[in-house]
Structures are given as C-alpha cells and as structure tokens.
C-alpha cells in the first residue's frame, strides 16, 4: 500500500508500524534508508510565534525540534538527502496544537499525512505536540517508514 493513502483503523496502523519497524525503539537501524527517496522529503519545523512560545515555555530553544530532527536523519546517514528546514505557521486549528511539523514530498502539493499519525494530525496533514524526544521519535519513525515504504513500491515497478 501507499505510503501516502488513507489509513485503516488506529490498531491496525499501529500493528503495521510495528511490524514495519521490527525492533521497536531501533525504528530502521536494519535496514539503510534508501538515499534517493529520501531526497524526494523536506521536513518543515513550524518556528512561528505560537510553536515557539510552547517550546519556550518548556525551556526549549525554537530550534530544538529542528536540531533533534536533524539527528535522527544524520544518525541514519540521510541527513545531506532530505531537507529539513524551518517553516510557516500551519494555520488554523494547527497553531494551538502546536509544536507543529510537516512533512512534504516532491509529488504532491502541500504537507502529507504519513501512517502513524494520530487522526487529528492525519486530517490536517501536520504532526502536533512535537517537543519531547518520544515526539521526536515518533515523527521520525513514520518519515523514515514512508521511505521505506515509497523505496520498496520503487524497486517492485
């Protein structure tokens, strides 16, 4: 299935992330992201007034997501690959759900919802609440599986 398409229900999301990631906290460390793919990706980090403040709020610099996204891509050797970037306010009900992070790719326009989003963050395209570690790991987890995802849909056509 498409990494991009509308997902079934909750458990079974979750069953298929698992299963997709096989070691739970390792994510993809068994497997190297696919460099090309990856480079179709930009991850934006809202650095906005709003996001702000709430990482503010919690002694985290505006930037802190940014940097820790940048880890999690440099730790898996993409981080020259896909572009991560700070970005715009999210709009809308985004801005008090925030720290907000989107992520795009080249072949569609605007944000895209990934599996592993919760449902409010896959109908609005944008993952919320990213400031702890947990958060952190949990957005990486569903980029890096989108890679994958597209990657094996690219070596079966």
């Known amino acids: ?30 497997k190297q992201l696919d ?17 702000c403040k709430k990482l503010n ?5 505006k930037y802190q997501v940014l940097g820790d996204l940048y880890e999690k891509a440099r730790i898996e050797n993409v981080e020259a690959d896909l572009i991560i970037e700070d970005g715009g306010c999210r709009g809308g009900k985004n801005c008090g759900l925030g720290p ?8 569609f326009y605007g944000s895209v919802a990934l599996e592993g989003m919760a449902q409010s963050e896959f109908n609005e395209r944008v993952f919320h609440g990213v400031s702890t570690q947990n958060d952190v790991d949990r957005v990486w987890s569903c980029i890096a599986n989108a890679i994958n995802l597209m990657a094996d849909e690219e070596n079966e056509s």
């Open 35 to 51: 460099k090309s793919t990856a480079q179709q990706f930009t991850i934006q980090v809202c650095t906005s007034t709003s996001c």
């Open 100 to 107: 907000c992070v989107a992520v795009l790719h080249e072949d």
């Open 1 to 30: 299935s498409h990494a991009f398409q509308t997902v079934p229900s909750p458990c079974h999301r979750q069953s298929r992330l698992e299963s997709a990631s096989h070691t739970g906290d390792q994510d993809t460390s068994n």
């Open 57 to 61: 709020n919690l002694g985290l610099d």
